[in-house]
């Protein structure tokens, strides 16, 4: 490399001294308020503490008791449904979308690009507020909607039912973040060169071969990208299916998640040890999928390299 | 340009894309419908909106309904909640991440620089709710509690805005201009204020988009940190509303409105930047 500013000591230290002062803030404030935390969470997973006097060890107690537990148990199925129904659904949507939008919109692309996005600007919390009041039991929009059809008013409960709870919080979920994996998706469908399919094209090739042989190969990168971030997303899930069931996991823990629970041990039964047990576990899960990923990743590359 | 691929295109291929277009507007209005009901009931009475078919278009009762929110709590209030913590955050997030992307795309052979870097993407990876609890406890033991501190003082440290900044300085600033920066005696933080953030403004505006709109919809957070009604801030303020008050549904539906309004509004003036912060994720 050619360096055309000198390289004397004095100007040495005035660069590194200002590389560190440029990143100072942010790893200052990374370190009290972030990792510093998660040091006395990891301490605290060991520990029985509520919050008052100063904390027990206790070995691996609160893992051992979190596994013992039928409504972790429970978290953990509840969550693992929702994450992988809301990540397979909304990914596919998200994907099939993306095409048509990218490839076969006769008229209208911008409107398209931009509507999906929509559901973005509201909060998963409101989203669920919204979804709430068209679902409730009594004059809901979706009761009045089905009484209509069958011609008996319905006043079916399904917030209350074990059985639609979880559809119902997949369905937010859908609703509310599809645009996101759209946006994903359009912009790497974007950066595959048009050359590629007009020569295809040309050749003779399909549409549905210029799919598969072509573009979701491509694609996937952003596909990998994706899967990750909703898996991020979903096993921390808390804000749909809270609001949702009103913070009580509806009927039986129906739909209580692992953040959920969390939540729960923690701030209202103030067990502290427990709850960061679990988010202990959770972390492990995250890292655990992600090098899954990753290994699956290199696999398909390796595979095409062959 | 779309009009000669259709020109090319055989009538199969024309019927199937005009086909593909009909369902995903019809598929469009489902996305959106939520949000139109919300703003129709916003307007209309408690009657008119259980009644089948439920009102289509807006009705005249929305000063009735505002009153009744107002019964509750004063209107405005989550909103300026809201502000408080949104505003000050982006200004603090945005100057921060930028500083420190700067300096890591720029002082490439300091010592530590690899580490740090390294350390940065990680973070990317850290589930926020490993460190939900511990930072609960410690807001508790420095008194922040119930106040908008642990929204905003703690937020602006963010892996995700700084792996940005990182990525958007390297791909914009080009490295001969550090050099002749050093030569007109800009050293390194002053070459940051005055020649390194004009050419990214784009970028900060971004970022400044993208944590406006992602801290207005924050839940989690605020429902463990602000105890006191007051301070609720608006996706807060709308579940508890939305539970104490829930057969008003007229009611609840205005102030869903109310929260929305100030994020629509900055999506409609801004929306090539929020998407442009949306994407910058994924590349690279």
Not at chain 1, 48 to 63: A, C, E, K, L, T
Not at chain 1, 119 to 139: E, Q
Not at chain 1, 160 to 171: C, D, Q
């Amino acid at each position: 490399m050619v360096e055309t500013v000198s390289r004397t000591p004095a100007s040495q230290w005035r660069r590194n001294s200002a590389f560190y002062i440029s990143v100072l803030p942010f790893f200052t404030i990374f370190l009290a308020f972030s990792v510093f935390p998660v040091v006395f969470s990891f301490y605290l997973g060991f520990s029985r503490w509520d919050g008052f006097g100063s904390p027990v060890f206790i070995g691996f107690q609160n893992y051992v008791r979190a596994l013992h537990d039928p409504v972790f148990q429970k978290a953990v199925a509840n969550t693992i449904y929702l994450w992988f129904w809301s990540t397979l659904l909304t990914i596919s949507l998200a994907l099939v979308l993306s095409v048509a939008i990218n490839e076969y919109v006769a008229a209208g692309k911008t409107y398209f690009r931009m509507v999906f996005l929509v559901p973005l600007l509201v909060a998963p919390a409101i989203a669920a507020v919204v979804l709430r009041l068209f679902f409730s039991a009594n004059g809901g929009l979706v009761n009045l909607l089905t009484g209509a059809m069958t011609g008996t008013p319905s006043y079916f409960d399904w917030l209350g039912s074990e059985v639609w709870i979880k559809p119902l919080v997949v369905l937010l979920v859908i609703w509310r973040w599809t645009g996101w994996y759209i946006i994903i998706f359009l912009a790497g469908l974007q950066s595959i060169s048009r050359d590629i399919y007009e020569a295809a094209r040309m050749d003779g090739v399909g549409r549905w071969a210029i799919l598969s042989r072509i573009t979701l190969p491509l694609l996937m990168p952003s596909i990998a990208f994706a899967v990750i971030t909703a898996t991020l997303g979903g096993l921390q899930m808390f804000d749909e299916p809270f609001v949702l069931t009103q913070g009580l996991g509806g009927t039986n823990n129906s739909a209580t998640t692992v953040g959920m629970y969390l939540y729960a041990t923690a701030f209202t039964q103030l067990n502290f040890g427990l709850g960061s047990a679990v988010s202990w576990y959770i972390f492990a899960a995250v890292v655990v999928l992600t090098l899954v990923y990753r290994s699956l990743m290199r696999r398909t590359k390796a595979g095409e390299g062959a | 340009m779309s009009k000669g691929i259709l020109g090319r295109m055989s009538n199969r291929e024309k019927r199937f894309n005009i086909g593909v277009t009909v369902a995903l507007g019809l598929l469009s209005l489902f996305f959106l419908l939520p949000i139109y009901l919300t703003a129709v009931f916003a307007t209309r009475t408690l009657n008119e909106v259980f009644q089948f078919p439920p009102p289509l278009w807006f009705g005249d009762n929305i000063v009735q309904n505002y009153a009744n929110i107002a019964n509750v709590f004063p209107p405005f209030r989550p909103i300026l909640n809201s502000l408080a913590v949104a505003l000050p955050k982006t200004v603090g997030l945005v100057l921060v991440s930028s500083l420190a992307g700067y300096g890591l795309s720029r002082y490439t052979r300091a010592p530590g620089h690899k580490t740090l870097l390294v350390v940065t993407f990680a973070t990317l990876f850290f589930p926020p709710s490993l460190a939900l609890i511990p930072f609960f406890l410690q807001m508790n033991a420095i008194g922040w509690l119930n106040t908008f501190w642990p929204l905003i003082v703690p937020a602006v440290a963010s892996g995700f805005g700084v792996v940005w900044m990182y990525t958007y300085v390297g791909s914009t600033v080009p490295r001969e201009l550090y050099e002749a920066a050093e030569m007109d005696g800009a050293g390194g933080i002053a070459a940051f204020f005055f020649v390194v953030v004009p050419i990214i403004r784009p970028g900060l505006a971004a970022l400044a988009v993208w944590t406006l709109i992602s801290t207005w919809n924050d839940f989690q957070l605020p429902l463990v940190v602000l105890g006191d009604g007051t301070k609720f801030t608006v996706p807060l303020a709308l579940t508890t509303l939305s539970t104490t008050h829930y057969s008003d549904m007229p009611a609840v539906m205005l102030a869903t409105l109310m929260g929305l309004v100030p994020v629509f509004v900055l999506f409609a003036l801004l929306s090539r930047q929020f998407i442009a912060g949306l994407t910058s994720g994924s590349v690279k």
